[in-house]
């Protein structure tokens, strides 16, 4: 048997949270808002602890801090994989038909980058409910590369902010947390 892939992922948060779960005091709660862009689930930057930082400044925490994570992906929806794209679709879709049969609007998603991700929240959750419905294995982990900022160069692909990003969806996937060094 193969061995399952562990990520080191970062955490942006209070210097005081990042402490206390790094100590094993508190654990790190699921975000369930609408408009999280892989849907429910704790968020980490994969391998990017300045990152993680950076965000945190965004967000405005006065003292930010970084608590970081090795997270087993168990079962994970990985984005980069062709075969796992096609369960998005497939939620998409069925996300949409419900939405035309019940005579409401779709959620719809605003903002260039990290804005209000309401119809991709949508679909992730569709995703995990048909999931459940059809009695399918549960993913642990949802892995997403993520395009954000400008461009590198004029006519880059690649942008200055792109990033892999973790939703842990089954907290017992994280095995252990730390602090990251000289960030």
């Known amino acids: ?66 608590v970081g994570a090795a997270v087993d992906l168990g079962h994970c929806l990985h984005l980069a994989d062709r075969h796992d794209l096609e369960f998005v679709r ?41 999931r459940a419905d059809r009695r399918l294995i549960p993913f642990d982990t949802i892995a997403a590369y993520f395009v954000e900022g400008e461009e590198l160069y004029p006519g880059a692909a690649v942008r200055a902010l792109d990033h892999v990003q973790i939703c842990v969806r089954n907290p017992a996937r994280i095995l252990g947390y730390f602090l990251p060094r000289g960030i």
Not at 93 to 116: I, M, S, Y
């Open 90 to 130: 497939e939620a998409y879709r069925h996300l949409k038909e419900t939405c035309d049969r019940a005579g409401v609007a779709l959620p719809q998603n605003t903002g260039r980058f990290f804005g209000n991700r309401k119809l991709d929240c949508a679909v992730f959750e569709t995703v995990h409910r048909l």
């Open 1 to 66: 048997m193969l061995p399952r892939p562990i990520v080191l992922g970062y955490h942006g948060c209070e210097e005081s949270l990042a402490r206390k779960v790094a100590a094993g005091r508190q654990d790190l709660k699921p975000s369930a808002n609408a408009y999280d862009w892989l849907g429910h689930g704790i968020y980490f930057w994969a391998g990017d602890a300045n990152r993680a930082r950076e965000w945190a400044r965004q967000r405005g925490i006065t003292k930010p801090g970084v």
